[in-house]
């Protein structure tokens, strides 16, 4: 008998019908002797339903008040699978980020779990109920309900994980895993049966939405298996794991990932001394505005070119902010782009393997494809080219590393 948390997104949980799917999909786990812990989204628009609510009332409604009224999504939700799940004949019992005990801290919206109390649920599972748990919320040490953000029901699901210290946390969602690089620009693509934290972290650092970082990070510090699995299709989806394989038959990439939200900005001419990397992007940083790549070029006359990449919603604001900061060191001119994409190979493989990033280089030479700036780390390579050649290159890069050979499907 294995502990399995698994989490349903608000698709997954969009309409009457879909609980009662999700309600079968659980009575089988049932059936099958586990141990069930299902977390639950808002069903599927009911969160920004209530946000609207409150911004007809307030512009900037108060964040307590806030996450008293976004909460209630998810009680719905609970209460419905429990319901569906009774109607089965499936012993079930639902309760809120309060009632469980998930003390998060005081950040409104934004609130990051401290502890959870484990013994009602290990109480209910030891009479043979199925627990359902609001995902998305907790309680702070005042009793005021919280919210925990972005992802906040992926993050849920992995901390009762890691509390209960479960076998395995499943994440259902509306892809049936994790795949070599998105499908619909590589058909291509494969579906990958296992990837580790480490690169599940970098692919969605990159651009790849299939998992919140912030759940894959806490799942990677509590070492607990994570697997994505499609709500409504059979089959055995992707885990992520801690464990990387020693074999010879491992790729050495795991897969590609790209972001096309990506803008330049260079301030050419500046005076080549010391601290002018902390002038530049000091007040940047100030800006509340984050600075994802940097090169940086030193010219004979003693200046340098330094060229940094934004998100695209921050370009128009850390121009603004470089201009201002060129005219006040003395710089030539600021120029800019927002018609480029940034290409991400990542594999752990990289560690055991030279000559990775000359072997991409070499693929997007041969499509003519301009190599803008690069950025390394022990696992992936990434690059900035021209936004039109961002689907030629992910193609590229997927056939010279060997991603679309049909031997991966069954690896």
């Known amino acids: 008998m294995a502990l399995i948390v698994q989490k349903f997104g608000g698709t997954s949980v969009g309409t009457v019908e879909r609980i009662e799917q999700v309600a079968e999909k659980v009575k089988k786990f049932r059936e099958g002797g586990d141990d069930i812990v299902v977390v639950v989204s808002a069903m599927s628009g009911e969160t920004n339903r209530l946000i609207d609510l409150a911004k007809q009332i307030s512009e900037q409604p108060v964040p307590r008040e806030l996450d008293v009224m976004v909460s209630t999504g998810e009680q719905v939700t609970i209460a419905l699978l429990a319901m569906a799940l009774i109607k089965r004949g499936v012993p079930a019992v639902s309760y809120t980020g309060n009632q469980v005990r998930i003390l998060t801290d005081s950040a409104h919206n934004k609130a990051r779990i401290l502890q959870i109390d484990d013994q009602k649920i290990r109480s209910d599972l030891k009479a043979g109920r199925v627990v359902v748990v609001a995902g998305f919320q907790g309680v702070d040490e005042h009793g005021n309900i919280t919210t925990l953000g972005r992802g906040g029901s992926d993050t849920t699901g992995v901390a009762l994980a890691a509390a209960l210290k479960a076998d395995e946390c499943q994440i259902y969602t509306d892809v049936d895993g994790v795949y070599t690089t998105d499908p619909r620009v590589v058909p291509q693509a494969q579906r990958l049966d296992k990837i580790t934290f480490e690169e599940m972290l970098e692919m969605a650092s990159l651009g790849s939405k299939v998992l919140q970082i912030r759940s894959v990070e806490f799942a990677g510090k509590y070492n607990v298996p994570l697997r994505v699995l499609h709500s409504f299709q059979e089959g055995p989806g992707t885990l992520i794991t801690l464990d990387e394989e020693e074999s010879m038959e491992q790729p050495i990439i795991s897969g590609i990932a790209f972001n096309r939200d990506e803008a330049k900005l260079t301030i050419r001419g500046v005076p ?30 003693n200046t340098t070119d330094f060229t940094f990449t934004v998100h695209r919603n921050d370009y128009q604001n850390a121009q603004r902010v470089l201009e201002q900061t060129a005219s006040e060191i003395g710089a030539r001119e600021v120029i800019g782009d927002t018609k480029i994409a940034k290409v991400s190979i ?29 950025s390394t780390s022990e696992i992936k390579v990434s690059v900035v080219i021209e936004e039109k050649y961002l689907e030629l290159a992910v193609r590229a890069l997927h056939t010279a590393f060997e991603l679309d050979a049909p031997t991966r499907q069954g690896e």
């Open 272 to 301: 080549d001394i010391p601290g002018v990397a902390f002038k530049i992007l000091g007040p940047i940083s100030a800006a509340n505005i984050e600075v994802d790549m940097i090169v940086q070029n030193v010219a004979h006359d």
């Open 346 to 374: 990542v594999g752990v493989g990289m560690r055991s393997h030279a000559g990775v990033a000359s072997r991409m280089f070499e693929a997007l030479a041969k499509e003519t494809i301009n190599i803008q700036m690069i």
